[in-house]
């Protein structure tokens, strides 16, 4: 069955520390997608990154880096100097690629608090 | 260019009302999907809607239904709703060819008291 853990209910740091969030999921497919949702106080989840089964190569963009590794059946996220605009819940979805619509399946989240 | 939306963005009923809930799409999506999210929680996929059709659902009673329009808006109704149903409801649409990604409403802030 298709899970997602996100094992980090909390997080605080200070500002400038660097953080990662984990994820581990569960899946039989063989291809499959993973994603990473910011959700602010204001509830919109905003989409962060999208990441096919077959492509393992990590991904930075500006202070975001993301580590894919299917040997552990993981996609971690690291924010790199957090800030406080950081301050949010962080989701990890999965979506398989054998069924027939593309439902998102998600983690539990992360709460990360960044003080200054 | 509009992203989603989604109306209202706060409702109060009570035990045993029904309610509708509609979104529409970021332009030039066709694929709308509900998610559910109770407070603490990850969001739980209720169905998704395609061509307006049900094209997929998740683990939700017949209590939750829906429907697609011709121009891609669409609407979640709940009936015989119960406490537990209280959570912010996600719209979320993409495009119907493969796995595209879902980009999310503001939601609506249900309360059922």
């Known amino acids: 069955a298709q899970k997602v853990t996100q094992a980090q209910t909390e997080i605080s740091v200070v500002e400038k520390e660097d953080v990662t969030l984990d994820c581990v999921y569960e899946?039989?497919?063989?291809?499959?997608?993973l994603f990473w949702y910011k959700q602010p106080p204001s509830g919109e989840l905003v989409f962060l990154i999208r990441?096919?089964?077959?492509?393992?190569q990590n991904e930075i963009s500006g202070r975001y880096s993301w580590n894919f590794q299917k040997s552990t059946s993981s996609f971690n996220f690291t924010i790199t100097a957090s800030q406080v605009v950081d301050s949010a819940v962080y989701f990890c979805?999965?979506?398989?690629?054998?069924?027939?619509?593309?439902?998102?399946?998600f983690g539990k989240g992360t709460t990360l608090s960044v003080s200054s | 260019d509009a992203g989603v939306t989604q109306s209202p963005t706060h409702l109060i009923k009570t035990r045993g009302q029904q309610v509708t809930l509609r979104c529409s799409p970021k332009?030039?999506?066709?694929?709308v999907s509900w998610y559910q999210q109770a407070l603490g929680q990850g969001p739980q996929f209720i169905f998704q809607?395609?061509?307006?059709?049900?094209?997929q659902r998740g683990n939700f009673p017949d209590r939750f239904s829906g429907h697609q329009f011709p121009n891609y808006s669409s609407e979640l109704n709940v009936n015989a709703l119960l406490l537990g149903d209280s959570a912010l409801y996600l719209c979320?649409?993409?495009?119907?060819?493969?796995?595209?990604?879902?980009?999310f409403g503001p939601g609506t802030r249900l309360l059922v008291l």
């Open positions: 899946t039989r497919d063989t291809t499959y997608y």
């Open positions: 332009s030039g999506h066709d694929t």
């Open positions: 979320a649409s993409s495009t119907g060819t493969g796995q595209e990604t879902q980009y």
């Open positions: 990441r096919n089964s077959f492509d393992e």
């Open positions: 809607y395609y061509e307006e059709e049900e094209r």
């Open positions: 979805a999965l979506s398989e690629a054998e069924q027939a619509g593309t439902a998102l399946i």
